[in-house]
């Protein structure tokens, strides 16, 4: 009789084995991304304003339809990522200054609906510069961003931007990448005179 039951278990499963194979479902998974090293190199002459910034990046002119004198944008093209920069003179208005820091709360808290926590502080870069930096969380288009002013000549914002569907978890690797750029962007900002620039490069014609 055992002998019998085992010949029935081992019939059973060499006929198993012979049937289509079964599948079964992988856990989502996202694909590898390689992060090059940071690297800098020093924004060229001409802004009212000077900073290091990436490498891997292209500083081009701003691309919105509001864009003023001296806004840009640095553009990591191999993640489709971008800085946009844009840059206010407040001529020692402090109603110019409140606007301009009311504009960016506003700018960075119209987010607020996707945004599963939005983080906020005040810093000092090395250079003296006071600047509020803005963090956000969830699937937000800007995940990134900070204004820093002098308090009387000059008024600087940058945001971070990624123009994709893609859910910012699986971005996350980049997104972290781009926060340390642009925390190295902050803390090298100096101002500068653009006139003295202007006539320097008419000196050097």
Known sequence: MIRII?????TTLVLNSCGDPVYLPKPRGFHR???????YETLSLGYPYSFEYSKHAQVIPD???MTEP????????????????????????????IELSNDSHRLT??????????DDYVTKTPNGITAVV???????????????????????RAAL?????????????????????MVHMLNTLKWQDVNAIKIDREKNK
């Open 6 to 10: 085992i010949f029935l278990l081992f």
């Open 33 to 39: 991304i390689e992060l090059p090293t940071h690297e």
């Open 63 to 65: 691309s919105s339809f």
């Open 70 to 97: 001296y806004w840009i944008e640095v553009f990591y093209p191999k993640y489709e990522a971008k800085l946009t920069i844009s840059y206010k003179a407040v001529n020692n208005n402090i109603d110019s200054l």
């Open 109 to 118: 808290t119209k987010h607020h609906v996707k945004a599963t926590a939005i």
């Open 134 to 156: 803005f963090e956000l969380e969830g699937d937000v288009p800007s995940q990134f961003q900070f204004y820093a002013t002098d308090s009387t000549e000059n008024f600087f």
């Open 161 to 181: 931007y990624f123009p994709t569907a893609t859910k910012n978890d699986s971005l996350k690797p980049i997104i972290e990448y781009v926060k340390i750029d």
